[in-house]
């Protein structure tokens, strides 16, 4: 990782606008992809966007963009890959890589090289070494040069550094054992879970980057890693909290994020079984970002996946401190708390909480918020208590 950071690989992203992907959204989605390029460690130099009324079986984008790009690669001499926002089947990886002569992946593959630096424990670990194998296996048919470990780099991590993709039986032996060692993890981490008493559960889920981990440790007062990049935290932390008498646990999960893969939700099951325990969701939302409401949907829709969407949730509106709005004229509009409460934000999401996890603002309402929920979710696992 070290002689990465200081050679940096540079990147040409590619988007594509077709009838499932609006231009306005082109635009948010390879600000996206750049911050994942950037959080992996690239530079992108160059990015490229294409208007499709049918996807190109053979290249995504067709003949005419794949020489326009593959004319820039040339020109510029320094590029080391080509990353575009949509997934690729493997034949389409294939015939790119053999126009560009460089590493060409698709988002997929870059949040998977992501998972793969930041997991930090065993289990994260085979979790994300299982979502490779089962991204790779399909494309292992003319991937043994770019699978080489000297060529190295984002996409490059975990499997691609092994012996193991010389032969898809070994390979598929190596899913089986990781999938049965992950049974086994299940088995102990549902144990686990199992030997916590009866407290209430509190689960934090959210867009990736919204702060949750920073949320979680002004809450529980521990110290889990968190910076300003995406996937910041792979592992589930669980800690116990009391506030005012009232004692729960409170977990910390990874985040979600656009298209993300069912294979690699299923990957993470032990994870993400956090969330689908829970008996509360604090959905921690990053209001100051302009595609906040369809990061909301977007949680919403993975949380359908996992049959959590109808648990007790709260919105907790975090980096309040970094919203702005403007007039006519362009000139910024003061939003104070109040704002918030009377804005059609409030109105449209109750019950919701506005903070600034970053500025330590507003928590005592936030842990009133949640002392009133966990309290009214005890009532109805006891009612025959006083709680």
């Given at each position: ?301 993975t949380l359908t996946e996992l049959k959590a969407i109808d648990k007790p949730a709260i919105l907790v509106f975090n980096k309040m401190d970094l919203y702005r709005q403007y007039d006519q004229d362009g000139k910024e509009i003061p939003f104070t708390l109040e704002d918030f409460k009377n804005s059609y934000i409030a109105k449209s999401h109750a019950p919701c909480v506005f903070i600034s996890a970053g500025l330590k603002q507003n928590l005592e309402e936030l ?21």
């Amino acid at each position: 990782m070290i002689d990465r950071i200081r050679n940096k690989e540079k990147a040409i992203l590619v988007g594509v606008c077709h009838r499932e992907q609006k231009k306005e959204q082109l635009t948010e989605y390879i600000n996206e992809l750049a911050f994942l390029c950037s959080t992996a460690g690239a530079i992108p130099v160059k990015i490229f966007t294409q208007n499709l009324n049918h996807i190109d079986a053979a290249t995504l984008i067709g003949s005419g963009k794949v020489q326009e790009i593959k004319a820039f690669i040339e020109a510029a001499k320094d590029i080391n890959m080509v990353i575009f926002d949509d997934e690729l089947s493997p034949s389409q990886q294939r015939n790119l890589e053999k126009e560009f002569k460089c590493k060409v992946m698709d988002r997929t593959g870059l949040i998977l090289d992501i998972f793969a630096d930041r997991a930090q424990t065993a289990y994260a670990k085979t979790q994300v070494e299982l979502a490779q194998y089962e991204y790779l296996l399909p494309r292992l048919t003319g991937m043994w040069t770019h699978l080489e470990k000297q060529r190295g780099g984002i996409g490059m991590r975990g499997p691609g550094e092994s012996e193991i993709e010389t032969d898809r039986r070994r390979i598929r032996k190596r899913i089986a054992l990781l999938s049965d060692r992950l049974v086994d993890i299940d088995r102990q981490m549902t144990t686990q879970r199992k030997s916590r008493g009866r407290l209430i559960r509190v689960a934090l889920v959210g867009y990736t980057n919204t702060g949750k981990s920073t949320l979680m440790n002004l809450l529980s007062h521990s110290t889990v890693f968190a910076e300003n990049a995406l996937f910041a935290t792979l592992d589930t932390t669980v800690r116990k909290v009391t506030f005012e008498n009232t004692t729960f646990l409170l977990s910390d999960t990874v985040g979600f994020i656009r298209k993300l893969p069912t294979f690699l939700i299923e990957s993470f099951k032990s994870t993400l079984d956090e969330v689908r325990e829970a008996d509360i969701l604090l959905h921690v939302v990053d209001v100051s970002h302009p595609a906040f409401e369809d990061h909301i949907k977007v949680v919403n829709q993975t949380l359908t996946e996992l049959k959590a969407i109808d648990k007790p949730a709260i919105l907790v509106f975090n980096k309040m401190d970094l919203y702005r709005q403007y007039d006519q004229d362009g000139k910024e509009i003061p939003f104070t708390l109040e704002d918030f409460k009377n804005s059609y934000i409030a109105k449209s999401h109750a019950p919701c909480v506005f903070i600034s996890a970053g500025l330590k603002q507003n928590l005592e309402e936030l842990r009133e918020v949640m002392i009133a929920a966990i309290k009214q979710e005890n009532k109805k696992r006891y009612p025959y208590l006083t709680v």
